[in-house]
């Protein structure tokens, strides 16, 4: 993202591992020297029914607001079919996390900029060596990072055919 935004959030604030990636994402975009004023954050409660409401409610009462962070699946389906409802696919750009069918298209179309995907089979493999060395005695490192993928409409196509 560069140059100006105004950034509204959706997120689910009764997820922990949520507030770390709103809190995360906030401290990137500011320690990244963008010129970027965030707006509210309303709560997705982790369901795309309340998160669309939200997201609705936040574009409603920020008519100015240029982008959507959304802190998880049902969040960023909220806000997809909120900027989609409200027919602001031209003004508002939206990242987030979890890719969806949803946001394929609008990623292809151009208004959902980026969005993270995990890596959920790399995820438990890790998870199973790590077991495997405690159940030998070993030791494992405190935080094992599996890595994420950055979808954007440059790799957008590799992910498709999870939605079929």
């Known amino acids: ?6 950034t509204g959030i959706v997120g689910a604030l009764n997820s922990f591992i949520q507030n ?12 990244g020297g963008q010129t970027v004023t965030f707006l509210d954050t309303v709560d997705g409660q982790n369901q795309q029914d309340i998160a669309l409401g939200a997201a609705e409610n936040l574009m409603t009462a920020n008519p100015d607001m240029t982008t959507i962070y ?7 389906i909220g806000a997809v079919s909120a900027v989609e409802s ?23 179309e151009g208004w959902v900029t980026a969005v993270v ?10 998870a199973v060596e790590a077991l495997v060395k405690l159940k030998k005695g070993e030791t494992i490192e405190p935080i094992i990072n599996v890595p994420v993928t950055i979808v954007t409409k440059e790799n957008v196509a590799q992910f498709k055919d999870m939605f079929k």
Do not use: C, H, N, Y
């Not at 995907?117 to 890790?126: F, N």
């Open 117 to 126: 995907q995990q890596d959920p089979a790399g995820e438990g493999k890790a």
């Open 70 to 76: 959304a802190t998880g699946e049902p969040q960023l």
């Open 20 to 31: 770390q990636r709103l809190d995360g994402f906030k401290k990137a975009v500011t320690d």
């Open 86 to 108: 409200q027919g602001r696919q031209k003004d508002v750009k939206i990242f987030g996390w979890d890719l969806t069918a949803q946001a394929v298209k609008g990623i292809e």
């Open 1 to 6: 993202m560069s140059g100006t935004a105004k």
